[in-house]
């Protein structure tokens, strides 16, 4: 595994890529808050470190050691965007410029930028003469340029699995509320959600599975698996990546359906902390069993999302979705029932770091439903169910290191509709784990 590395006459006394320390010791006395974080780096607190060493900014410290130290906490904490912003603050001060290239590299290769990496090491490489980092930079650079040669790609290139179990006042299956109503019953439910990836040149494989589990409305358990692949190319300054997948769904220990999905992704980074994302996708939907033949039909999906990264964790996401329905519908006897509402939804979403190393999210969430037929009621009156749904959720995580990540979150859903049957309110709670590699 990859360490970040420090000269021996920058190291601590211990033999761990902590922080750097200074011949001399007036620079650490004249300023406590940056000698507290040398200090919690070197008992490896680094989110205490890091508060210590943005106490010592704060005070009007700013010179390339500060930055440098910055740079390795957030490393260590997995926080690469800030690392990296920090590292090349660093790199302005001649005397760490090697050693801050050499550390941007190791970030570009953690994150699989190959590319990047390879620039980073030639910049280190030209910036020193220092034996012991040119031999580190040109050994991560030959296994680099020799890795495809001499590795075949893995079988999984990515994995991700996600555990959570909470509590829902009023359960709702909210992946697709046109196949059940509210229940107006409280239950405990444990989620799981798992995810592979294999990557082949540009072509990717994937698959998915999701099951949901109630303590006691067995009915509304959920489960899917979904499979596929997509290919990702570039047009002009735009990333695509259209892909297809199939999938099958249960509901309550019963098939459900099956679909077949074809979509295209566009992202074209539009500033250097923006980025315009558009999206279409097209869903053949076939009823697995007769019950839910009503379900059967076309969903179109449109969406355009506008994303901002900024200094510190901090991001905000706008997004906008457009949904078509054309279903079966159902018809019994002298009624009607339609299944294909015509759906807009808007949603922002902010993201911003809290104490402790903590990470919080705001969500907020609108949805207007009018679905395309009227229903055609027992007594022949006839009415178009129209609907308005509201959300809002808010989540706190904290990663253990930069694999796992442990999280909470609360959401409140309101739905207004014009057919009171479909008025309802609902409360959930969930806590749970998600590992990734």
Not at 54 to 81: M, T
Not at 101 to 109: E, F, G, K, R, W
Not at 151 to 173: E, H, M, Q, T, W
């Amino acid at each position: 595994m990859s360490i970040i590395y420090f000269p021996k006459k920058l190291l601590l006394t211990l033999l761990l890529p902590i922080s750097l320390t200074f011949s001399n010791s007036s620079i650490a006395s004249e300023n406590n808050s940056f000698k507290l974080g040398l200090d919690a780096s070197r008992s490896g607190e680094h989110s205490q470190a890091l508060k210590y060493f943005k106490q010592a900014q704060q005070n009007g410290r700013d010179d390339g050691k500060l930055h440098y130290n910055l740079g390795v906490s957030y490393f260590k904490l997995a926080q690469y965007d800030n690392a990296s912003t920090s590292f090349k603050n660093a790199a302005k001060t001649n005397s760490l410029a090697a050693l801050s290239y050499y550390n941007l590299a190791l970030i570009s290769n953690a994150r699989g930028e190959k590319n990047q990496t390879l620039n980073w090491l030639q910049r280190c490489l030209s910036n020193t003469q220092d034996k012991q980092l040119r031999g580190l930079a040109n050994k991560l650079r030959l296994q680099l340029n020799s890795s495809n040669q001499t590795k075949a790609p893995p079988l999984i290139s990515s994995a991700f699995l996600a555990i959570n179990g909470g509590y829902d006042n009023n359960v709702l299956l909210r992946s697709d509320t046109l196949l059940t109503n509210a229940s107006n019953q409280d239950d405990f439910f444990l989620d799981v959600f798992a995810y592979a990836e294999r990557r082949s040149g540009k072509i990717n494989y994937d698959v998915s599975a999701y099951l949901l589990n109630h303590a006691d409305l067995s009915s509304y358990n959920l489960s899917f698996i979904r499979f596929g692949g997509s290919i990702d190319k570039t047009f002009n300054n735009w990333k695509l990546t259209p892909g297809l997948h199939g999938a099958f769904f249960n509901l309550g220990g019963n098939a459900l359906y099956r679909t077949l999905v074809a979509n295209i992704n566009g992202s074209l980074r539009l500033k250097k902390q923006q980025r315009l994302t558009l999206a279409y996708k097209i869903e053949k939907i076939d009823e697995a069993s007769t019950a839910y033949s009503y379900l059967s039909g076309w969903r179109h999906q449109f969406k355009a999302k506008s994303s901002w990264k900024f200094p510190e964790q901090k991001r905000l996401q706008v997004d906008y979705t457009l949904g078509l329905n054309d279903r079966e519908d159902l018809t019994s006897g002298t009624t009607f029932t339609s299944y294909s509402p015509l759906r807009h939804t808007v949603r922002i979403k902010g993201t911003a770091p809290l104490k402790n190393n903590l990470l919080g999210s705001l969500s907020l969430r609108y949805r207007d439903s009018r679905y395309q037929d009227a229903n055609i009621l027992s007594d022949s009156s006839q009415i178009t169910r129209q609907e308005q749904r509201y959300d809002i959720s808010a989540r706190v995580s904290r990663p253990l290191n930069k694999n796992i990540e442990l999280a909470s979150e609360y959401r409140y859903t309101l739905n207004q509709s014009n057919l009171s049957q479909y008025d309802y309110n609902r409360h959930t709670v969930s806590a749970g784990i998600a590992v990734d590699w």
